[in-house]
């Protein structure tokens, strides 16, 4: 029997894992076993409108991971809460991290799907066990409740469905501020994207400081359930804020992984099969992967591809080359009624994307979990 082991129980990982015991012949024995610190599915792509309190229930938001593949054949998958520490490619062991102390877990074939976080433990991802990330999902809202004057800094697709969904509930009782290190918001997306979106936020009272940065802050840490922060910013200019919420950039969780394997801001680096350069028997999708830009799409596209290629392996066929996105399709909402997006260079009606996005696909939840999407 083949041992895949899965580490990650985000959307790359747990969809991974049911593509392939889906897949794979039935007279083809393998053991999957999917090993992750979260007991419960997080579904972060809804969470720039979850962080607003009487938004989205928990139950909506976080599901069993453990009870959605039950529906297996006895033996054929194994759910592990624990986190790895680290990885030996020689070896071919996964150091391990849980309730019960340190172990080793022995794979014949490894795929690291450990996602990303974002800055200042915010919970936009999840923040390593479902306890952590609900305690912090729970303090913002508790804060963002409370909060008089709320600064987000980063102007990217997050930054600015936050800003949107907390200037659609609260535009006209709190100041909500909206930083942005560039000349415009959005500055990857075409210019008229970028308009749209500006004109959206300031229909919601959000206030947009452009080619600004935080340079430093002082006061309670963004954790803080109480007291206010002093920003201080690159035109010399200080903010004090109830709350400060950083949405630049993605820090990839990969600190379990050798250096060699990494490039230099810690993502995977793979080859034209997803392999992980440089191994025999690893490969890496989604957010931890080097290959594209963590985006829900180019995470399900590499899921799928890998879980297909892995049934060839198992088959003793030859496996396929993995086709890059040539063109970038970003859709975001910005409150419950605007939207905007394009695919490439051209721009997608908003109205096709609030439709589309209108319940932030929390319908999928239970279906990803249990695999009946796949």
Known sequence: MKRIVILGGSYAGV???HRILK???KATGVKVTLVSPNTHFYWSMASPRGVVPGQIPDEKLFQPIADGFVGYPPGQFEHIVASAESLDVHAKTVGLSGSTGLRTLDYDFLILATGSRTHGGIPFKVLGSTEAT???LHDFQARVKKAKTIVIAGAGVTGVEVAGELGFEYGKQKEIILIASGP???EEAPASVSKIATKALQDL???????TKVTSSSGPTAQSPTGRQELTLSRGQKIVADMYVPTFGLVPNSSYIPAQFLDAKGFVLVDEMLRVKGTEDVWAVGDVSAIEPAQFIT???QSAHLAKNMTLILSNKTPLPYKVATSRFMGLQI???AATGHFGTYKVPGFIIAWARKTLFVENLAPTVNGSLF
């Open 205 to 211: 009272n959000v206030k947009l400081q452009l080619q």
């Open 134 to 136: 609900k305690d912090a």
């Open 184 to 186: 415009s918001i959005l």
């Open 23 to 25: 897949q794979v012949p």
């Open 335 to 337: 409150g419950k009624k």
């Open 15 to 17: 969809s991974t894992a």
């Open 299 to 301: 995470c399900d596209k």
